[in-house]
């Protein structure tokens, strides 16, 4: 079965501090790939990234960046300099194809950034 | 484009009621989705479709049903609405020209059941 978890539920930080959201997830699938994406306050939501299981190098987009890391099946987002505008809701997500393409989310982390 | 749109946008109703969501993708994608998120819970997977004309079960489907008779359109229907159906209600589309495409979502609708 597959599944991601994202154990914090909620996190607050000030602004221009970095902040980093953890996911961790299962599959016994060797192809997979994995999201990220923002949900803001009002309510859509935003694809930030997708990285495939056979691509373990980080990426770096402005000031977001990326660490994959199959060996702790882990792919967490790191926010440099936070900003109010990141205040939403990070979904980190699971895409496996068994005939269809299927995505598996995690229960999300609730970033709150004060000014 | 205007992408993946939904309507309604919100919606009360009382139990028993029924109602239909519509979902319209104009990225002449292949596969769409319906979603529910409820707190705390991420997004589930209601129903999906491969295809015009094809539907199938997710994770969640127990008192929804779905159509899709022409392939831009993705309708999710409660026949009898529970207070247990108040949640806010996501359309996904994506393309099969690779397996691993971003879905991209609607905006989102968001249901009341009194």
């Known amino acids: 079965a597959q599944k991601v978890t994202q154990a914090q539920t909620e996190i607050s930080v000030v602004e221009k501090e970095d902040v980093t959201l953890d996911c961790v997830y299962e599959?016994?699938?060797?192809?997979?790939?994995l999201f990220w994406y923002k949900q803001p306050p009002s309510g859509e939501l935003v694809f930030l990234i997708r990285?495939?299981?056979?691509?373990?190098q980080n990426e770096i987009s402005g000031r977001y960046s990326w660490n994959f890391q199959k060996s702790t099946s882990s792919f967490n987002f790191t926010i440099t300099a936070s900003q109010v505008v990141d205040s939403a809701v990070y979904f980190c997500?699971?895409?496996?194809?068994?005939?269809?393409?299927?995505?598996?989310f995690g229960t999300g982390t609730r970033l709150l950034v004060s000014p | 484009n205007a992408g993946v749109t939904q309507t309604p946008k919100f919606r009360v109703l009382k139990t028993g009621q029924s109602m239909t969501l519509l979902c319209a993708q104009d990225?002449?994608?292949?596969?769409m989705y319906w979603y529910r998120q409820d707190p705390g819970m991420g997004l589930r997977l209601i129903h999906y479709?491969?295809?015009?004309?094809?539907?199938a079960k997710g994770e969640v489907p127990d008192g929804y049903n779905v159509s899709r008779l022409k392939k831009q359109n993705f309708l999710l229907g409660l026949e009898s609405a529970a207070p247990s159906q108040t949640s806010v209600y996501f359309c996904?589309?994506?393309?099969?020209?690779?397996?691993?495409?971003?879905?991209?979502f609607g905006p989102g609708t968001r249901l009341t059941v009194l």
């Open positions: 990225m002449n994608h292949e596969y």
């Open positions: 996904a589309s994506t393309t099969t020209e690779s397996s691993y495409n971003e879905q991209f």
């Open positions: 599959t016994r699938d060797t192809t997979y790939y």
């Open positions: 997500a699971l895409t496996i194809f068994t005939g269809f393409q299927k995505l598996v």
């Open positions: 479709s491969v295809g015009e004309g094809t539907t």
């Open positions: 990285r495939n299981s056979f691509d373990e």
